[in-house]
Structures are given as C-alpha cells and as structure tokens.
C-alpha cells in the first residue's frame, strides 16, 4: 500500500469512531487496524527521512552557504 492509501484508512477509521453508536467488538477491531496503519506509515516516513538524509549528504556542498 502507499502512503497516501495508509493515510486515508486511518483518516476512514478515525471518522468511524466519531459516529454516536460504536460496537465495541468493531471498535477493538477497528483501534487495532489503526494501530498497525501508524506503524506502517511511521516506518514509511522513517525510511524517507533516512533517504533525504542521506541524499543531502551526497550533496552536502549545496547545503553548506
């Protein structure tokens, strides 16, 4: 999945969870999905960080005015 398809399923679980009615059993389901969805996407965004890091690296002298 690609980030921005992670990112809209935690936006649909979080919009899930403010309707008025929630089923518990559902709400447990749905709260773990969330939790695997943050991870995913901290992981994702942890790796692009380390790539930009590393690229400015590579181009330290651009960076360096």
Do not use: N
């Not at 992670?6 to 649909?12: I, V």
């Not at 969805?37 to 330290?60: A, D, F, M």
């Amino acid at each position: 999945k690609t980030l921005a398809i992670r990112l809209k399923e935690l936006d649909d679980i979080t919009q899930w969870f403010e309707k008025e009615d929630v089923d518990i059993d559902l709400a447990l389901k749905k709260f773990e999905e969330g939790l695997v969805l943050v991870k995913e996407i901290k992981h994702e965004l942890q790796t692009v960080e380390h790539k930009i890091v590393g690229i400015k690296k590579q181009y330290r002298d651009i960076f360096e005015d």
